[in-house]
């Protein structure tokens, strides 16, 4: 039987999917074939023709996965899967199907990562909570927290509860983005305050802010925006947001180094100031990262024209000024296939935090 370990967290977002992709890369050297799962997924693609999980697509391109994706995400939760479940239940129909494509993939690897959604009781309402898909998949668990000490250690045992309740073994906890001028500290107490309840740490992951900053690409795709010029730059990487909304000359004062500005299309001299920091300095002062320009108004052919001799992309939205910038501001930012600095960055930092030999010896 394959070994298989069922990587969950405290809550959404706290680094599950780039703990996976790092386990993956990190424990080749242990597992001679390793295969991945997401059984329930909320955030998914249409591939090949199926409903897939982002991050069951993300690991498929990156660790260049042999398994199909429709066993790699077998459940899609989908809008209205809540509703119509509730009123018709089906909790065997779906427990077969996951077991169904794990038994695909696990028939093939030595190791199956299989990656959690959100905290242990997600998918509670339709039968598959976390806790209960780790017991049917005769899993134990990693369970992954972000920062900090009090917070995280609270939520770790309310997580441990669940997993208790079902009888599944937690072999460890990793504690994700964890500021660097409090590692230390954060490392020592968060070790010492677990052990009180039988959890080891298996690594600490310190705060990497690239991970967390959108592309301009990714913001595009994000608001189906057009791209009026700049395909080639959609890669810049956003690291502050700029509302156009002022006059020019105190923009000056707000654009930084990788800004995205959003503007109205009809605001150009906001746009030809930002072109013009870009035109004057070169490498020598702040880079905008993207213009977004807002209300379906496209600037003077001129103005694009002159946008041309720089490398900063355009895109257009039909939607306002405030709209977008609520968008882009709650964008979850998530590691996409294209990514290659994230990704390489993120199995840094897994080989060197994370103590595989500890997980190896406890699968």
């Known amino acids: 039987m394959s070994r298989r370990v069922f990587i969950a967290a405290t809550r959404q977002n ?5 703990v996976s992709l790092g386990l993956i890369y990190c424990l080749e050297k242990y597992f001679k074939r390793i295969g991945f799962i997401k059984p329930v997924g909320q955030r998914y693609l249409i591939e090949e023709g199926y409903k897939v999980d982002e991050d069951s697509v993300l690991i498929e391109h990156v660790c260049h ?3 199909t994706l429709s066993d790699m995400s077998p459940i899609a939760v989908e809008r209205g899967f809540t509703e119509n479940y509730i009123k018709n239940p089906r909790k065997n129909d779906l427990v077969k199907k996951i077991k169904k494509a794990f038994r695909h993939i696990s028939q093939k690897n030595d190791l199956v990562i299989i990656e959690g959604t959100g905290h242990a009781g997600v998918g509670a309402v339709f039968d598959l909570s976390n806790a209960y898909v780790a017991k049917q998949l005769k899993a134990k668990v990693i369970l992954v927290s972000s920062g900090g000490i009090g917070r995280p250690i609270d939520e770790i045992l309310l997580n441990k509860a669940l997993f208790d309740k079902e009888g599944v073994e937690i072999i460890g906890v990793i504690i994700n983005k964890v500021l660097p001028e409090k590692y230390n500290k954060i490392e020592k107490l968060v070790r010492k305050g677990l052990s009180r309840f039988g959890l080891d740490v298996l690594g600490v992951i310190p705060y990497e802010p690239i991970l967390t900053k959108p592309t301009i690409s990714q913001i595009q795709q994000e ?8 395909s080639t730059f959609l890669d810049n990487s956003v690291e502050k ?4 909304a002022m006059e020019p000359h105190d923009a000056l004062n707000h654009i930084e180094d990788k800004s995205l500005v959003i503007t109205p299309g009809d605001r150009e001299d906001i746009i030809l100031t930002a072109i013009s920091m870009q035109l004057i300095y070169g490498d020598n002062g702040p880079s905008v990262a993207g213009l977004i320009l807002t ?5 003077h052919p001129s103005v ?13 939205v039909k939607e306002d000024t405030y709209t977008v910038s609520s968008s882009v501001h709650d964008l979850t930012v998530k590691i996409r296939p294209q990514d290659k600095t994230k990704t390489n960055l993120v199995i840094e930092l897994v080989n060197k935090y994370v103590d595989m030999n500890t997980i190896v010896s406890r699968l």
């Open 65 to 67: 996965m042999k398994s």
């Open 14 to 18: 706290n680094g599950k999917t780039t």
């Open 241 to 244: 947001i700029v509302i156009g």
């Open 223 to 230: 608001l189906n925006a057009d791209v009026l010029y700049g």
């Open 304 to 316: 694009l024209n002159i946008i041309k001799f720089t490398d900063i992309p355009v895109l257009l």
């Open 295 to 299: 209300g379906g108004i496209r600037p």
